[in-house]
């Protein structure tokens, strides 16, 4: 347990004397693999760049194959154990974890913000996002996965996506698994957080009031509220890295590299063959004698990319790039885009980081793993909500999240101008406040990816060119409203004095109504970091075609992508869940090509009639794989285990 450097991060608990008790407490759970200290091969059968929600699950099913080698490259370090602490996420937000991104200077947005540049936060670690993120689950609108089949990318239709996303689904919470939608016995841990902000109970019955369901957003019906379930295992975070890399650490055939910074896919005559990074202050080139999978998320998979030579011609030339595919890689690039809307508590609730730091705080956490800690990013409640006159009544337009935060999230995260700032936050210092975070679900608007440069260690010009569809902008008009309706409605003003903090936004004294709302909108952006659509997956006869529905690259042979980045749409939701789900469904495709000629086709572990061990068998041998694991599941009951 490295104590100073969970110490080094600014947190409410930094340097505070219940530190080295409530690191105590998560140690309990590994948050993280081992991780190699050098390359063991000179050439592996599979190279995966990036260990983050899509790549880490890749990585463990590939090598529950003994006749394959596997090679994850992470540019991050190893979680600290303090992310651990789902209230906490925000925390880790511009520290060694995140890549400390922003966008470029929007066009039709960012008008409070500081050279209206959007905070875009995005993981780097073992874990990847899935260490900053609500960890909110859901799996979006099945009709999401219809619409991608139906232009273009066969195979992914809710019928064929759905086994996987109870793959990878192990939930703990009896109400949600009496409904017939969920399961249990995945990698990825399911419950709802243990704690109940005071503002709860009175929103529920505003919600009620107003005429919308307490729904289970991920069964029959996605329009409502949703007492939310997220990726917790025993009140802690559940990240990919513990949910998948850590069972995987002690396979022989898997090497994961940490602080290994991939500069580029090695491409010769049309096919990768390998990778090149720095890792330890060198650089190295290792040989893929199967395949090359980049996992590096919407963002940072257009950007390696890129510098391998495959993206816009004109683009990469004028950078002195070789161009090895003209594709379209870098476009198609949205993201759900957000405003947070403020309310005012009564003076009697604490602000949720007080809470935190009550001495009772930490008991409750460690005799229960219940409380304040549990909370994740304060969010309490979720909603799934439609305009007046939806397109689609059974696919909603805006979703709404009920957060507590503390005044310093505003300050620091928001990114808002000095100005904007005090003018709009500033009066309520001293007081505890909670947002209404509301985020549209079908972006219209269109931005890109780019590099900047064709040095790798550059960042990225990003670009989600938020509201430049007007429709857009409609939705969040609207998305506002509601939130403001929901917020302020009876059960919430007399159970926690809810009123919205009206101090006008500068910039849009002289607006009132929707127009007032529009600027507010404008002015405030968030991401929710969801970004996708920058490998657009697709018909391969279409030429905004990335990948094919194998998610193969155009092209180029033995180099696919595998990570949000292929979603030709954003689902209707968070996107966390959707990219496990593609990183399962990618990792049958890869191993159903796998053919091996004298290995037995599992992975040891000392209980071969566990779930976890049958879960290992490879897919491609289907009955036969499962006949051998009952046969010797039988010889180990004999032989007292082995």
């Known amino acids: 347990m490295d104590f100073a450097r969970n110490n080094a991060y600014d947190s409410p608990v930094q340097n505070n004397p219940v530190l080295p008790l409530l690191l105590a407490i998560l140690a309990s759970q590994r948050n993280s693999p081992k991780v190699s200290e050098s390359l063991r091969h000179k050439e592996y059968d599979y190279i995966i760049v990036g260990a983050g929600s899509a790549g880490s699950v890749v990585a463990s099913r590939l090598s529950e194959i003994l006749c394959v080698n596997v090679l994850l490259l992470e540019a991050g370090p190893t979680p600290p154990l303090l992310n651990d602490v789902p209230v906490l996420s925000r925390n880790f937000w511009g520290t060694d974890i995140d890549w400390n991104y922003r966008t470029v200077p929007q066009k039709h947005s960012g008008f409070g913000l500081v050279n209206r540049q959007v905070v875009w936060p995005s993981g780097k670690g073992l874990g990847g996002s899935s260490l900053l993120n609500a960890m909110i689950y859901v799996r979006g609108n099945t009709k999401n996965y219809d619409d991608?089949?139906?232009?273009?990318?066969?195979?992914?239709?809710?019928?064929?996506?759905?086994?996987?996303?109870?793959?990878?689904?192990?939930?703990?919470?009896q109400e949600y698994l009496s409904d017939g939608y969920h399961v249990v016995g995945g990698p990825i841990s399911v419950q709802k957080p243990r704690y109940q902000a005071d503002f709860k109970k009175p929103l529920i019955q505003s919600a009620q009031q107003l005429g919308y369901k307490i729904v289970d957003v991920n069964g029959p019906s996605q329009i409502g509220f949703y007492d939310l379930q997220t990726n917790l295992r025993n009140g802690q975070r559940c990240s990919t890295a513990k949910g998948y890399l850590v069972p995987a650490e002690?396979?022989?055939n898997l090497d994961i590299l940490v602080n290994a910074y991939v500069r580029k896919v090695v491409i010769e005559n049309g096919v990768a063959v390998g990778v090149q990074f720095d890792y330890?202050?060198?650089?190295?080139?290792?040989?893929?004698?199967?395949?090359?999978?980049?996992?590096?998320?919407?963002v940072n998979t257009a950007k390696v990319l890129q510098l391998s030579g495959i993206?816009?011609?004109?683009?990469?030339?004028?950078?002195?790039?070789?161009?090895?595919?003209?594709?379209h890689v870098g476009d198609n690039f949205h993201d759900h885009c957000c405003c947070p809307v403020p309310f005012q508590q009564s003076p009697v609730i604490q602000d949720i980081y007080k809470k935190g730091l009550q001495p009772s705080t930490f008991f409750e956490y460690r005799q229960n793993k219940t409380g304040v800690f549990t909370s994740v990013q304060g969010i309490s409640m979720v909603s799934f909500l439609n305009n007046p006159y939806p397109e689609d009544p059974d696919i909603p337009d805006y979703q709404h999240y009920y957060v507590e935060i503390p005044h310093e999230y505003a300050k620091k995260q928001f990114g808002c101008t000095k100005q904007v700032y005090d003018g709009t936050y500033g009066p309520y210092t001293n007081s505890s406040m909670f947002i209404c975070l509301a985020q549209i679900l079908h972006t219209k608007s269109r931005g890109t990816v780019r590099i900047s440069s064709n040095n790798p260690y550059d960042p990225p010009l990003i670009d989600p060119n938020y509201y430049e569809d007007p429709r857009d902008v409609r939705d969040i008009v609207?998305?506002?409203?509601?939130?403001?309706?929901?917020?302020?409605?009876?059960?919430?003003?007399?159970?926690?004095?809810?009123?919205?903090?009206?101090?006008?936004?500068?910039?849009?004294?002289?607006?009132?109504?929707?127009?007032?709302?529009?600027?507010?909108?404008?002015?405030?952006?968030?991401?929710?970091?969801?970004?996708?659509?920058?490998a657009k997956m697709g018909d391969p006869d279409d030429p905004y075609t990335v990948v094919d529905p194998e998610l193969r690259v155009q092209g180029i042979k033995n180099l696919r992508v595998v990570d949000a980045s292929i979603m030709p749409t954003v689902p209707t939701g968070n996107t966390n869940m959707p990219t496990i789900m593609i990183g399962e469904k990618a990792s049958d495709m890869i191993k159903s090509g796998i053919r091996c000629k004298t290995q037995i086709p599992f992975v040891g572990q000392n209980n071969p009639k566990s779930p976890a061990y049958e879960n290992q068998v490879y897919t491609s041998y289907g009955t036969l794989g499962t006949t051998v694991v009952n046969l010797l599941g039988t010889i180990g009951d004999l032989l007292g285990g082995f």
């Open 280 to 298: 330890k202050k060198e650089t190295y080139t290792v040989k893929a004698k199967r395949e090359v999978i980049v996992s590096a998320g919407a």
């Open 478 to 534: 609207n998305a506002i409203k509601t939130c403001i309706r929901v917020a302020t409605a009876p059960p919430m003003v007399q159970g926690v004095g809810a009123t919205f903090l009206n101090n006008l936004v500068p910039g849009c004294e002289k607006k009132s109504g929707d127009a007032y709302i529009e600027c507010f909108a404008r002015s405030i952006v968030t991401s929710n970091s969801h970004p996708v659509g920058t």
């Open 148 to 173: 991608w089949a139906a232009h273009g990318a066969v195979g992914w239709s809710w019928s064929d996506v759905k086994p996987y996303f109870l793959k990878l689904e192990d939930n703990t919470d």
């Open 311 to 327: 993206g816009p011609r004109q683009f990469l030339e004028s950078l002195n790039i070789q161009v090895h595919a003209d594709l």
């Open 250 to 252: 002690n396979r022989t």
